[in-house]
């Protein structure tokens, strides 16, 4: 369910990035409604991964301004941002290899503080201890909805790369993110791990409202997942629309489809 007519969830405007005289992102945009599953395709060094940067704060545009909940975050820090309801995954899997499964997902909701700073830490004071089972409980819901239960006391520097990445967006999912951004989340995956993880995307935007906003080059899973892609191309925005009529366009089909028009 798509928040058509609301105020985008995200939304990039006028986006411009330069390193020294090349253009990684020349005037490009995009927008991405509550409970709105979106696409980002092109070829290697369209500038996909830089529009992701820009978006979670780690780079700061040359042009151009972020919006989330129509709040400008564009010169907010990566922090701020997550803190804000932005969560993001990598290309490459980040996840604590030193701490286990359920370990990497309570990590993520530390920030929140369980009240009274360090003293309370000191005597565990009732509000400590509440917010601590709060803590433990929503690891917990999350760590079932990924099917990770059983693998919760495992360590993360044993997981096989399709588990670990399981683990990445269930520590992206625990503290209730308004927007997710994925890139490249099928990376290294079997056809059955991606089937796993698309629904686990579907059934967060249904149940919560989250956009989503994903990088991925599996044509196949982008078409299948995607409520509307966006197809860049030397740092412009060449397409935007339904799957089918992304497929459709014959500029987009020659560059990235293997298509013949």
Known sequence: MTGTGATPALELMGIGVRFGGVAALDDAGLAVAPGEVCGLIGANG??????FDVASGVRTPDAGRVLLHGRDVTRWS???IARAGLRRTFQR???????T????????TEWVGGGGGVLADLVGSPTRRRREAHRRERALEVLERCGL?????????ALPIGTARLVELARALVDEPSVLLLDEPTSGLEAAEADRFAAIVDDERTRRGTAVLLVEH????VMGTCDRIVVLDLGRVIADGPPAEVRAD??????YLGVSA
Do not use: I, Y
Not at 149 to 157: E, N, W
């Open 78 to 80: 990566p922090h701020r």
């Open 46 to 51: 369209a500038g996909k991964t830089t529009l």
């Open 218 to 221: 599996d044509v196949s899973f």
């Open 101 to 108: 499964v359920e370990e990497n997902l309570l990590v993520a």
């Open 93 to 99: 899997v980040q996840t604590f290899g030193w701490l």
């Open 250 to 255: 014959p500029a987009v089909r020659d560059a």
């Open 149 to 157: 239960t059983a693998l919760r006391d495992r360590s993360c520097s």
